[in-house]
């Protein structure tokens, strides 16, 4: 998979270089490319941003030098553009997973009050664009939200994950949030994990687990649970 960034603020994408992400990139699975908005600037203060038109607070990012920066990135390769904004469609693990299938992703980081419009409706007219948020918040620019699109995408790459089915099994994957996880040693604190786990009984411990992750559902976010199609619980499960 290749991956390009646009961004005036590059330095915010090095943690993509770290860790798992940067092994990725070493191991050659992931390709990245950040890329400094202001390069296809042609003014002395290269100027990314204007005031609204119709008024109101904050700046608007300039389309021109957007498009000149897409153009040059895009190239000729087909690719997915994704532009994050608070006002987008939300990011699910379902996303991550359906980009985990692309060839290319580029990714369009607004700052101020976001990009003109027309650079999505132009692009969106020869390739396929998405604005999606991250989460009900509003955070000031799409940076940080790229980091957390990208590192939930890379992921589910083959190869990426040590254990792949560490990915199979997350939270969400099957539409329920994760129960509880223990390790060495039995007895800390005058806590102990729970004798199930140390049974030795497959088909108990996964019961078990399918309990505590409908119980963690049920409490933490139910409309998960409402959500999930009728032959996705057995019936033991619908007790909860
Ligand atoms: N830019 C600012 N806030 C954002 C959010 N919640 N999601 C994606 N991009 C953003």
């Given amino acids: 998979m290749r991956i390009d960034v646009v961004t005036i603020f590059p330095g915010y994408l090095a943690p993509l270089r770290e860790a798992l992400l940067g092994r990725a990139i070493e191991a050659g699975l992931v390709e990245l490319g950040v890329h400094d908005l202001r390069d296809w600037t042609h003014d002395v203060h290269q100027a990314v941003d204007d005031s609204p038109y119709g008024g109101g607070p904050g700046m608007v990012m300039r389309p021109q030098v957007w498009g000149e920066a897409l153009d040059a990135v895009l190239g000729d390769a087909p690719a997915r553009l994704v532009v994050p904004t608070p006002a987008g469609r939300p990011f699910t693990q379902a996303t991550a997973q359906a980009w985990a299938g692309e060839e290319r992703l580029v990714f369009a980081c607004g ?36 980091l957390v699109m990208v590192e939930a995408v890379v992921r589910l790459l083959p190869g990426v994950l040590g254990n792949p089915v560490s990915a199979q099994e997350d939270s969400f994957s099957d539409g329920l ?64």
């Fill in 111 to 146: 700052r101020y009050e976001g990009i003109d419009q027309r650079v999505v409706d132009a692009y969106a007219q020869r390739m396929p664009v998405d604005e999606v948020s991250i989460g009900d918040y509003v955070l000031v620019g799409g940076e940080v939200a790229v």
């Fill in 177 to 240: 949030l994760e129960g509880p996880a223990y390790t060495r040693p039995v007895s800390w604190r005058g806590l102990d994990v729970p004798d199930v786990l140390r049974s030795g009984n497959h088909a108990a411990i996964a019961r078990w687990r399918r309990d505590r992750a409908l119980e963690r559902t049920a409490a933490r976010r139910p409309d998960l649970l409402d959500a999930l199609p009728d032959h996705a619980l057995d019936r033991t499960d619908r007790a909860f």
